[in-house]
């Protein structure tokens, strides 16, 4: 395990895997083949019983930390990554997730200033089948409250996770939402949407799955009555009326078709 530091760089990438050795591959690439090179590497593996250590140790010469061990979960991985990390900002690519080409980092170098969030737009999907996921330039709760900011479209200053603190680790989904929601709307920390693309998303991630989305909607109401405790009637309500929505659409379309096949005197 290579864990000799160099000296600062600017940019943290954080890798977190398991048992997902084609996704790491993938990864890995993108983040290697960057031309911006001030790049510090990490890998944290959760003690994958497939391919991915014996990858991890062919790359270990690109790599500024890598570990291979049992965690306590997505946000346990993350932690450590961001408790090794010395860069001026932190970015979390996870394992299938890569940059859409070698470029992207050097393209935007500038851009990593003194913001304390920078976010772009990303790709969702895999590799055949993706779709656009186009972010506001201007952040309010109405966003968060429906939805997020995909993790792999954001970079933090690393300041942020000493001031503030790491990942929340009894949160198993949504981690990250809380923590950008109470840096952005309670602590009011700067932040810079970048209007281009750099990421694919792979959609076949934990909280992608459907099956979790009840425990999603669990933890959002943790989060909310832990912050904004005024918002957890209006959280049950939206997802209610999104409910009866559908229905009353469905209706509205069934009306529709009745009355042209009434004008058109269809038997």
Known sequence: MK????????????TINYNN??????????????TYK??????????STDES?????????????????????????????IKKA??????????????????????????FNDFEIIYFNIYY?????????I????????????????????????????????????????????FLLKTIFIHQVSYKHIDDFIVLYDDSGFSSNVANHVELKQEKHIVLKKYFPAFIDDYWDYHNKKYYFKKFRIYEIIVFFKKIKNTLKIK
């Open 125 to 133: 999907g895999n590799h055949s089948n993706k779709r656009k996921v």
């Open 86 to 111: 010395t860069g001026d900002y932190l970015f979390f690519l996870n394992s299938g997730d890569y940059f859409l080409d070698i470029n992207c980092l050097e393209k935007h170098k500038k851009s």
């Open 3 to 14: 864990n000799n530091y160099k000296p600062m760089k600017k940019i943290s990438i954080i």
């Open 53 to 81: 250590k014996e990858y991890i140790e062919s790359i270990s010469e690109h790599l500024d930390y890598w570990v291979s061990e049992p965690d306590n979960g997505i946000y346990n991985a993350m932690n450590k990554g």
């Open 135 to 178: 972010y506001p330039d201007f952040l309010n709760f109405y966003l968060f409250f429906i939805n997020t900011i995909c993790h792999q479209a954001v970079f933090f200053k690393n300041t942020l996770f000493k001031e503030y603190g790491l990942y929340d680790e009894s949160l198993k989904i949504l981690a990250d939402w809380e």
């Open 21 to 34: 050795y084609k996704g790491l591959v993938d990864t890995a690439n993108s983040v290697i083949n960057q």
């Open 38 to 47: 001030d790049i510090e590497y990490i890998i944290i593996d959760g003690g």
